[in-house]
Protein backbone atom coordinates (compact mmCIF):
# COMPACT_ATOMS: atom_id res chain seq x y z
CA UNK A 1 0.00 0.00 0.00
CA UNK A 2 1.30 3.40 -0.79
CA UNK A 3 2.79 5.83 1.86
CA UNK A 4 1.57 9.00 1.15
CA UNK A 5 2.99 12.32 3.21
CA UNK A 6 1.46 15.36 4.57
CA UNK A 7 2.64 18.14 5.83
CA UNK A 8 0.17 20.04 8.02
CA UNK A 9 0.17 23.84 6.73
CA UNK A 10 -0.70 24.60 10.80
CA UNK A 11 2.92 24.57 11.39
CA UNK A 12 3.70 26.53 8.85
CA UNK A 13 4.81 30.44 9.24
CA UNK A 14 1.76 32.52 9.05
CA UNK A 15 4.01 35.38 8.18
CA UNK A 16 4.46 33.91 5.07
CA UNK A 17 2.07 31.23 4.30
CA UNK A 18 2.51 31.24 0.46
CA UNK A 19 6.06 30.41 1.03
CA UNK A 20 4.78 27.70 3.36
CA UNK A 21 2.70 25.60 0.97
CA UNK A 22 5.13 26.11 -1.67
CA UNK A 23 7.69 24.63 0.53
CA UNK A 24 5.40 21.67 0.54
CA UNK A 25 5.18 21.16 -2.81
CA UNK A 26 8.37 21.31 -3.82
CA UNK A 27 9.51 19.04 -1.27
CA UNK A 28 7.16 16.44 -3.06
CA UNK A 29 4.57 16.15 -0.37
CA UNK A 30 1.36 13.96 -1.56
CA UNK A 31 -1.13 16.15 -0.25
CA UNK A 32 -0.94 19.61 1.85
CA UNK A 33 -3.41 18.71 5.00
CA UNK A 34 -5.03 22.00 5.88
CA UNK A 35 -6.99 22.07 9.30
CA UNK A 36 -10.08 24.26 9.68
CA UNK A 37 -10.76 24.82 13.32
CA UNK A 38 -14.27 26.25 15.11
CA UNK A 39 -13.88 26.99 18.56
CA UNK A 40 -16.84 25.51 20.00
CA UNK A 41 -15.45 21.59 18.22
CA UNK A 42 -11.67 22.42 19.77
CA UNK A 43 -10.32 24.85 21.98
CA UNK A 44 -8.79 27.26 19.20
CA UNK A 45 -9.62 28.74 15.84
CA UNK A 46 -7.42 28.48 12.96
CA UNK A 47 -7.75 29.00 8.94
CA UNK A 48 -10.49 29.91 6.93
CA UNK A 49 -12.05 29.08 3.16
CA UNK A 50 -9.67 31.74 1.73
CA UNK A 51 -6.49 29.62 2.50
CA UNK A 52 -8.20 26.78 1.12
CA UNK A 53 -8.02 28.87 -1.87
CA UNK A 54 -4.64 30.88 -1.09
CA UNK A 55 -3.14 27.11 -1.69
CA UNK A 56 -4.68 26.51 -4.94
CA UNK A 57 -3.24 29.85 -6.19
CA UNK A 58 -0.11 29.11 -5.62
CA UNK A 59 0.39 25.30 -5.68
CA UNK A 60 -2.60 24.53 -8.09
CA UNK A 61 -1.30 20.89 -8.29
CA UNK A 62 -0.73 20.09 -4.75
CA UNK A 63 -3.68 18.43 -2.89
CA UNK A 64 -5.88 19.87 -0.85
CA UNK A 65 -6.88 17.88 2.54
CA UNK A 66 -8.99 19.49 4.51
CA UNK A 67 -9.88 18.52 8.01
CA UNK A 68 -12.73 19.93 9.54
CA UNK A 69 -12.57 20.31 13.28
CA UNK A 70 -16.23 21.32 13.23
CA UNK A 71 -19.56 21.19 15.49
CA UNK A 72 -21.45 21.41 12.13
CA UNK A 73 -18.98 20.78 8.85
CA UNK A 74 -22.04 20.06 7.35
CA UNK A 75 -23.30 24.01 6.86
CA UNK A 76 -19.70 24.70 4.98
CA UNK A 77 -18.87 21.78 2.84
CA UNK A 78 -19.96 23.43 -0.29
CA UNK A 79 -18.15 26.49 0.42
CA UNK A 80 -15.06 24.46 0.87
CA UNK A 81 -15.13 22.35 -2.05
CA UNK A 82 -15.51 25.51 -3.79
CA UNK A 83 -12.59 26.69 -2.21
CA UNK A 84 -10.88 24.03 -3.69
CA UNK A 85 -10.75 21.12 -1.39
CA UNK A 86 -9.28 17.26 -3.27
CA UNK A 87 -10.58 15.74 0.56
CA UNK A 88 -12.41 16.50 3.21
CA UNK A 89 -12.64 14.74 6.65
CA UNK A 90 -15.03 15.58 9.15
CA UNK A 91 -15.72 14.23 12.44
CA UNK A 92 -17.58 11.40 14.15
CA UNK A 93 -17.94 13.83 16.88
CA UNK A 94 -19.33 16.58 15.82
CA UNK A 95 -23.16 17.72 15.53
CA UNK A 96 -24.55 16.31 12.29
CA UNK A 97 -24.99 13.21 10.53
CA UNK A 98 -21.88 11.67 8.82
CA UNK A 99 -23.62 9.12 6.92
CA UNK A 100 -25.55 11.57 5.11
CA UNK A 101 -22.93 14.68 4.93
CA UNK A 102 -20.07 12.03 4.02
CA UNK A 103 -22.19 11.22 1.11
CA UNK A 104 -22.59 15.17 -0.21
CA UNK A 105 -18.95 15.21 0.03
CA UNK A 106 -18.63 12.31 -2.69
CA UNK A 107 -21.47 14.31 -4.47
CA UNK A 108 -19.37 17.49 -4.06
CA UNK A 109 -16.31 15.84 -6.09
CA UNK A 110 -14.03 15.17 -3.22
CA UNK A 111 -12.76 12.04 -1.33
CA UNK A 112 -14.71 11.48 1.84
CA UNK A 113 -12.64 10.70 5.12
CA UNK A 114 -14.74 10.12 8.72
CA UNK A 115 -12.11 11.44 11.84
CA UNK A 116 -12.18 10.13 15.14
CA UNK A 117 -11.06 11.57 18.69
CA UNK A 118 -8.75 9.80 20.62
CA UNK A 119 -11.43 9.31 23.13
CA UNK A 120 -13.96 7.45 20.20
CA UNK A 121 -13.11 3.93 19.87
CA UNK A 122 -12.33 2.43 16.91
CA UNK A 123 -15.31 0.66 16.05
CA UNK A 124 -17.84 4.03 16.10
CA UNK A 125 -15.71 4.39 12.87
CA UNK A 126 -17.08 1.04 11.15
CA UNK A 127 -20.74 2.21 10.01
CA UNK A 128 -19.00 4.65 8.02
CA UNK A 129 -16.57 2.89 6.33
CA UNK A 130 -18.78 2.63 2.60
CA UNK A 131 -18.97 6.17 2.35
CA UNK A 132 -15.98 7.18 3.22
CA UNK A 133 -13.23 6.74 0.76
CA UNK A 134 -10.28 6.98 4.43
CA UNK A 135 -10.47 6.88 7.94
CA UNK A 136 -8.57 9.71 10.01
CA UNK A 137 -7.35 8.33 13.85
CA UNK A 138 -6.08 11.49 15.76
CA UNK A 139 -2.84 10.54 17.39
CA UNK A 140 -3.34 13.64 19.23
CA UNK A 141 -6.47 15.67 20.76
CA UNK A 142 -7.24 18.11 17.86
CA UNK A 143 -6.67 21.70 18.64
CA UNK A 144 -3.22 22.36 18.50
CA UNK A 145 0.15 21.44 16.35
CA UNK A 146 3.23 20.25 18.73
CA UNK A 147 1.43 17.82 21.02
CA UNK A 148 3.13 14.10 22.04
CA UNK A 149 1.37 11.16 20.37
CA UNK A 150 -0.78 9.33 22.33
CA UNK A 151 0.35 5.36 21.66
CA UNK A 152 -2.97 3.92 22.48
CA UNK A 153 -4.23 5.52 19.29
CA UNK A 154 -2.33 3.19 17.06
CA UNK A 155 -3.90 0.01 18.49
CA UNK A 156 -7.22 2.03 16.85
CA UNK A 157 -5.32 1.68 13.44
CA UNK A 158 -3.83 -2.17 13.60
CA UNK A 159 -7.86 -2.98 14.51
CA UNK A 160 -8.93 -0.77 11.58
CA UNK A 161 -6.23 -2.04 9.21
CA UNK A 162 -6.84 -5.39 9.91
CA UNK A 163 -10.58 -5.47 8.96
CA UNK A 164 -9.26 -2.88 5.83
CA UNK A 165 -6.64 -4.36 4.78
CA UNK A 166 -7.01 -1.90 1.47
CA UNK A 167 -8.48 1.12 3.21
CA UNK A 168 -6.58 4.61 3.34
CA UNK A 169 -5.92 4.98 7.37
CA UNK A 170 -4.50 8.18 8.12
CA UNK A 171 -2.84 9.51 11.78
CA UNK A 172 -2.78 13.23 12.40
CA UNK A 173 -0.98 14.37 15.65
CA UNK A 174 2.74 14.26 16.86
CA UNK A 175 4.41 11.96 14.35
CA UNK A 176 7.75 12.51 14.02
CA UNK A 177 11.11 10.76 13.41
CA UNK A 178 10.50 8.46 15.59
CA UNK A 179 6.46 7.77 16.12
CA UNK A 180 6.44 7.52 12.30
CA UNK A 181 7.77 3.84 12.31
CA UNK A 182 5.05 3.24 15.15
CA UNK A 183 2.53 4.49 12.69
CA UNK A 184 3.61 2.45 9.95
CA UNK A 185 4.26 -0.41 11.67
CA UNK A 186 0.71 -0.10 13.20
CA UNK A 187 -0.43 0.49 9.43
CA UNK A 188 -1.12 3.93 8.60
CA UNK A 189 -0.62 4.81 5.37
CA UNK A 190 -1.50 8.65 5.20
CA UNK A 191 0.33 10.14 7.21
CA UNK A 192 0.33 14.18 8.63
CA UNK A 193 3.46 15.98 9.81
CA UNK A 194 3.35 19.16 11.15
CA UNK A 195 5.81 20.89 13.23
CA UNK A 196 8.63 17.77 12.34
CA UNK A 197 7.94 18.95 8.73
CA UNK A 198 8.27 22.33 8.96
CA UNK A 199 11.23 22.24 11.63
CA UNK A 200 13.22 19.74 9.26
CA UNK A 201 16.18 21.71 7.74
CA UNK A 202 15.16 19.95 4.51
CA UNK A 203 11.64 18.89 4.22
CA UNK A 204 12.20 17.14 0.84
CA UNK A 205 15.04 14.96 2.48
CA UNK A 206 12.48 14.10 5.37
CA UNK A 207 9.54 13.31 2.59
CA UNK A 208 12.05 11.21 0.75
CA UNK A 209 13.56 9.26 3.53
CA UNK A 210 9.74 8.46 4.88
CA UNK A 211 8.48 7.38 2.00
CA UNK A 212 11.16 4.96 1.58
CA UNK A 213 10.21 3.83 5.16
CA UNK A 214 12.74 4.98 7.38
CA UNK A 215 12.53 8.89 8.86
C1 LIG B 1 -4.14 19.02 15.41
C2 LIG B 1 -4.15 19.08 13.90
C3 LIG B 1 -2.91 18.54 13.28
C4 LIG B 1 -1.64 19.28 13.63
C5 LIG B 1 -0.54 18.27 13.66
O1 LIG B 1 -5.37 19.42 15.88
O2 LIG B 1 -5.25 18.36 13.39
O3 LIG B 1 -3.04 18.43 11.87
O4 LIG B 1 -1.32 20.32 12.73
O5 LIG B 1 0.62 18.88 14.09
P1 LIG B 1 1.87 18.06 14.66
O6 LIG B 1 2.37 17.17 13.56
O7 LIG B 1 2.83 19.16 15.02
O8 LIG B 1 1.41 17.27 15.84
ZN1 LIG C 1 -5.28 17.88 11.23
Not at 31 to 56: E, G, K, Q, W, Y
Not at 77 to 98: M, N, R, T, W
Not at 115 to 137: C, G, M, Q, S
Amino acid sequence: MKTEILPSLLAADIGCLADGIVRAEKARADRLHIDIMDPSFVPNISFSPDVVALCRRVAPGLHRNVHLMMSRPDLYLEVFAKAGADSIQIHYEADCDPHRELRRIRELGCRSAIVINPETPAEKALAYLDEADEVLVMTVRPGYGGQKLMPECLDKVSFLRRLRPEMGIMVDGGINGETFAEALAAGANLIVSGSWLYGADDMGEAIARMKAGRA
